[in-house]
């Protein structure tokens, strides 16, 4: 099984930027995809954010409101995964998580459903 454990979460304000950190063990070797998702206060529905193949090729895909402010990166030898927040607004107030696909039924895909596997979640809360 994989283990995901997320760090880096905060109160920080309008504008700020913030890292967080998903640590990855276990058997790696069954991902496909890993990625990460939001869930704001009051909300049923975990929002896709990002999600990073696995692959060498590390393709990417964003949602729309994570474009251009937010990077996925990953360090292969910390087993590390990284989501860098910039310019950060009220509304991405949220616990992050990070998830990964050990299916690969569907390439980079944004539905909360196909990921098996989940962090605990690290808060972010961005006062205005």
């Known amino acids: 099984q994989v283990r995901l454990v997320e760090s880096g979460g905060g109160l920080v304000q309008s504008g700020d930027s913030l890292t967080l950190s998903c640590v990855v063990s276990?058997?790696?070797?069954?991902?496909?995809?890993l990625g990460w998702f939001r869930q704001a206060p009051r909300e049923k529905e975990r929002e896709f954010v990002v999600v990073m193949s696995w692959s060498d090729g590390g393709d990417t895909y964003y949602a729309d409101s994570a474009k251009g402010r937010f990077t996925i990166s990953r360090d292969n030898a910390k087993k590390t995964v990284y989501l860098q927040m910039s310019n950060l607004k009220p509304e991405d107030t949220a616990v992050y998580y990070c998830?990964?696909?050990?299916?690969?039924?569907?390439?980079?895909?944004?539905?909360?459903?196909?990921?098996?596997?989940w962090g605990q979640g690290t808060q972010v809360t961005v006062s205005s």
């Open positions: 276990g058997r790696t070797r069954s991902i496909y995809a």
């Open positions: 998830a990964v696909d050990t299916t690969g039924s569907r390439y980079l895909d944004s539905s909360p459903r196909l990921y098996g596997t």
